[in-house]
């Protein structure tokens, strides 16, 4: 970079800034970035959310004649510090990609599946919510409303609260579901089941001594890329960096140490690691306790009479001790988990040393696979031995954002809404193979997947089905269950910006905003120890007919309703919402779109009796104009002292819910917790059933036959399932390590490469017991012998027509879920993707033009 005038002044500035910033300086930042001015032409920056993860960083796009032009993260931020992580700045290039659906379509061809051309035509919004109307009474009519299923991806709060919270509860049906278990839901057991926190943590990186990042990339993917970027420097200064990973991800490249884990066996390092904590005395005393004589106990392969142990904030680390860590010596871990033992003793011992200071990062690749549930408590349970739950440095609950909630739909709920919407849900959740335990409430989790089995098994059970943000035939493992679930459904409305494979079995599609630029409503979002609420608002211009589904399709279809008979979802909107300001009722889908993003913003703006926490933001016009609300920072050791919201109040090694959720669901079957477990494929029996420890994984195929295992990843610049229509997501793919632009490919280790004759660029054929696949080979350090990685994205066989090769039919590289096996972590209920669960063979394959 050329030393211009213009950057030299900034510089000097902004290092004056940061030296007088105590905040700067915590946060590792060396440089403040200041937006560029676009010229010639000027614009402003408008604040909204981008929803390209799950992160929902609060954002600024910069309107210029109308147009979205740039993003950055919004400059009040405490998540993101105002910055955005690289696909943020994808949103304008995903915004006005031709390939858009402009206006509603309906299908003309009655017949259903991939390759086949739906033969959309065009059609009003007016002559659309005709027949969506139509067909919704008729079905109600028929006395059958359970038939319409909804399946929502991502969301705002307004499509929380009315599409996914009331649409299907006023109609009638109990079949509302989310893609959640899709997602990584099986992470939440592990903060569940010992501390009873079902969510996904924050962490206090700017006080950390040492962090683990353990199956999971916060430096490309997970949740706070850009606050996890911008603090690279911080961390690597103030401490050390772990990564296990069986591959070598960003954050392995940027950690100290790197664990090249065997997929699946993490459980056994996490024993090892607590072995060595134990037995060297590291655990942190003030959090767990000590001896009574302070004399150390645990001794390798010894138990330990759990009466001269003295716990303080947690319960039954001696019956973890004596069940299970007495025996995981690093040697036998280091067997198991093919790693080196003297790496694993140094590893724990530096978290030991840099305890409660630590952070025990736990991502999907821990958890996400058919005994996940297991895996996420021991690899959780590290910290509570570290004392790092709720402490300096160390992990948390994410703080409490502000929203405000819609009124109650519970008046225009009927008779035939009431006795239909309370029925059995479709996805098997709650039987006894499938206990979907989230929040220890058996059968509270949704199994997503599992959807698609039963419209398999019951083919003429749906008769409508309503989906908004979702692509399940591509997103979903073995996602061509869901294309012939979805090719016998009678009436399929889609309701999205582009598209995609699933899109491509709709007879009615409703072409959606794009949210980030487009929209208006309110996100919610955590990290850097603080909650936020952010707006989303319309940046620039429609330039296509579409409008949100979430708060004005749902408004014109209650008017349709009206028109066919039935007012009770429109009585409900009119009659019950209320802006909170002025009192006004919406009268029409606008009105209606405003008034509940108000109601949904409301407490970060409206002062009422109280204080608002965190920010100030003085009305309305104020929170437009600044585009978020940060609430205050975590507090420190919240539920230290019995505070707990676990049976006992403290951290349990042995877990009184989960024994509860065991005991009840084999009530209800008739069975014992061993048996369920049985069912549940889970190796445990007794009470190790509700303890943390190390599973032997289960993975699909015959080793023999498919003698690699299959490390899945996400893509940098993936925004979920969403950005591979972008050229600029193309061109720079080759970002991800090993990766290469505009293609797909699978990473060999050098050593298979060779003995299977294979170099850079071959085509070959990837196997599994569920499909084949077939891409190019990277001859990569990057992954072990006998694993084979490669990055979830490519493979889109629609979505446009930079996405696949030809648009409807020929995908532009494969679609690891067409190789993923279709199984479950089942008490949580959540699909599976990690942890090497599924087996493949590789097979060359002459190039194919
Ligand atoms: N193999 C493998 N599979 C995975 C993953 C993986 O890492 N590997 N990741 C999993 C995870 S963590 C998740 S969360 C799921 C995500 O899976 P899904 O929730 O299915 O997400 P996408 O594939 O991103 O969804 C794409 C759909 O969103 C629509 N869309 C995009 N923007 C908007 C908008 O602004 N408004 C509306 N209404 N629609 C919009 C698009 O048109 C498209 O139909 O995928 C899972 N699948
Ligand atoms: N770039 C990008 N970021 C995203 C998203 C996105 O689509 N793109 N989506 C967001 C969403 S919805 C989610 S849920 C999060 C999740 O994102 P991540 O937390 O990154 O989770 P995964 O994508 O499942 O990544 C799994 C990681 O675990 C590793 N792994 C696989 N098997 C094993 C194993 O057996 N043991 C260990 N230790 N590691 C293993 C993989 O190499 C990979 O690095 O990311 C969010 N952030
Ligand atoms: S993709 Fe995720 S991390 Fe990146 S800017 Fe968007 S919300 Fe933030
Ligand atoms: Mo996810």
Redesign the pocket.
């Known amino acids: 970079m050329k030393l211009t005038r213009r950057i030299f002044v900034q510089l000097v500035g902004s290092a004056a800034f940061i030296a007088s910033s105590p905040l700067l300086k915590a946060q590792g930042l060396s440089v403040k970035r200041l937006p560029l001015p676009c010229s010639p032409s000027q614009g402003k920056w408008i604040g909204t959310t981008c929803?390209g993860c799950?992160q929902y960083c609060a954002i600024e796009i910069f309107n210029q004649n109308g147009r979205a032009t740039r993003v950055r993260g919004n400059q009040n931020s405490k998540g993101n510090h105002g910055f955005c992580c690289p696909r943020g700045h994808l949103i304008p290039q995903e915004n006005y990609d031709p390939d858009r659906i402009k206006q509603p379509l309906k299908r003309t061809n009655p017949q259903k599946g991939r390759g086949v051309d739906p033969k959309w035509v065009p059609i009003s919004w007016d002559e659309a919510l005709d027949i969506v109307a139509d067909k919704m009474i008729e079905l109600r009519n028929s006395g059958e409303p359970e038939r319409l299923l909804y399946l929502k991806?991502?969301y705002g709060n307004t499509s929380h609260g009315l599409l996914y919270g009331t649409l299907t509860k006023v109609y009638g049906s109990p079949n509302n579901f989310s893609?959640s278990a899709?997602?990584?839901e099986t992470e939440k057991m592990g903060p569940g089941y010992t501390q009873g926190l079902f969510s996904y943590r924050d962490y206090d990186l700017g006080n950390t001594k040492c962090v683990v990042f353990w199956g999971t990339d916060p430096f490309s993917s997970n949740r706070q890329v850009p606050n996890v970027i911008s603090k690279l420097g911080v961390l690597q200064k103030n401490g050390t960096l772990i990564t296990v990973d069986p591959r070598l991800s960003t954050a392995a490249a940027k950690s100290k140490e790197w664990l090249p884990i065997l997929p699946g066996t993490d459980g056994a390092l996490a024993n090892a690691i607590a072995h060595v904590l134990l037995t060297e005395g590291l655990w942190h005393k003030e959090f767990v306790g000590d001896f009574e004589n302070g004399k150390n106990l645990f001794v390798s392969g010894k138990t330990v009479d759990p009466a001269l142990f003295k716990e303080n904030n947690t319960l039954g680390l001696v019956t973890y001790w004596n069940e299970e860590a007495k025996d995981w010596t690093p040697e036998r871990a280091a067997k198991e988990c093919r790693l080196d033992a003297e790496q694993i003793k140094r590893v724990a011992r530096t978290l030991g040393k840099a305890a409660p200071n630590v952070i025990v990062w736990m991502g999907?690749g821990v958890c996400m696979n058919p005994r996940g549930t297991y895996t996420a408590m021991v690899v959780h349970a590290l910290n509570g031995i570290l004392g790092s739950v709720d402490n300096v440095g160390g992990t948390h609950d994410p703080a409490k954002s502000l929203k405000g909630s819609y009124p109650s739909a519970d008046k225009y709920v009927d008779e035939l809404a009431k006795s239909h919407g309370k029925g059995k849900k479709v996805d098997g959740r709650g039987d006894k193979e499938m206990p979907a335990a989230m929040k220890a409430k058996l059968g509270s989790g949704v199994v997503t997947n599992n959807i698609a089995n039963y419209m398999l098994s019951h083919p003429d059970f749906v008769k409508i089905m309503i989906s908004?943000?979702?692509?399940?035939p591509?997103?979903?493992?073995d996602g061509k269950r869901w294309e012939k679930a979805l090719a016998n459904v009678p009436f399929f409305v889609?309701?999205?910006?582009?598209p995609?494979e699933?899109?491509q079995f709709a007879d009615i599609v409703l072409p959606?905003?794009?949210?980030?630029a487009e929209?208006m409503g309110t996100v919610t979002g955590f990290g850097s120890m603080h909650a936020w609420t952010s707006i989303q608002q319309p940046t620039c211009n429609r330039i296509w007919d579409v409008k949100q589904?979430e708060n004005e399709v749902t408004w014109l279809l209650a008017e349709k309703l009206v028109q066919k008979g039935w007012p009770a979802l429109l009585n409900y909107y009119a009659n019950e919402f209320a802006d909170p300001e002025t009192g006004a009722k919406p009268t029409n889908e606008k009105e209606f779109q405003l008034i509940t993003t108000k109601i949904a913003s409301a407490p970060c703006w409206k002062q009422g009796a109280k204080a608002i926490p965190g920010d100030q933001i003085n009305g309305w016009e104020d929170f437009r104009q600044k585009g978020m609300h940060n609430s205050a920072p975590q507090a420190y050791k919240k539920h230290w002292g019995g505070k707990f919201p676990t049976p006992s109040g403290k951290f349990e090694f042995v877990s009184g819910a989960l024994r509860k959720v065991l005991e009840d669901h084999s009530a209800k079957y008739n069975s014992t917790p061993d048996q369920i477990l049985e069912a549940c494929h889970y190796t445990a029996r007794g009470i190790k059933g509700w303890m943390p420890h190390y599973e032997e994984p289960l993975r699909h195929g015959d080793a023999a036959q498919f003698p690699f295992l299959f490390i899945?990843?996400?893509s940098r610049l993936n925004?979920?399932?969403?950005s591979a229509n972008l050229p600029w997501m193309q061109e720079f793919k080759k970002c991800d390590a090993g990766d290469r632009s505009w293609g797909d490919v699978l990473k060999i280790n050098p050593a298979d490469a060779k003995t299977l004759g294979l170099k850079d660029n071959d085509l070959v054929e990837i196997t599994s017991p569920a499909g084949t696949i077939v891409t190019e080979i990277k001859v990569w350090e990057g992954v072990g012998p006998g694993t084979v990685a490669k990055a979830?994205g490519q493979g889109h066989w629609a979505y446009g027509q930079v996405a696949a090769k030809e648009y409807g039919k020929v995908p532009r590289g494969g679609n690891?879920?067409e190789i993923?096996i279709d199984d479950y972590d089942r008490l949580s209920g959540t699909s599976c993707?990690n942890g090497g669960f599924t087996r493949v063979s590789i097979k060359k394959v002459s190039k194919i033009i």
Do not use: I
């Not at 591509?474 to 493992?477: D, E, H, P, S």
């Not at 889609?494 to 582009?498: G, I, W």
């Not at 925004?719 to 969403?722: H, S």
């Open positions: 929803q799950t991806g991502r893609t899709l997602c990584a999907p908004s943000w979702t692509n399940t591509f997103a979903a493992a889609h309701m999205v910006p582009f995609s699933m899109t959606s905003t794009f949210n980030a929209g589904e899945d990843h996400k925004r979920e399932g969403r979830y690891n879920n993923l993707r």
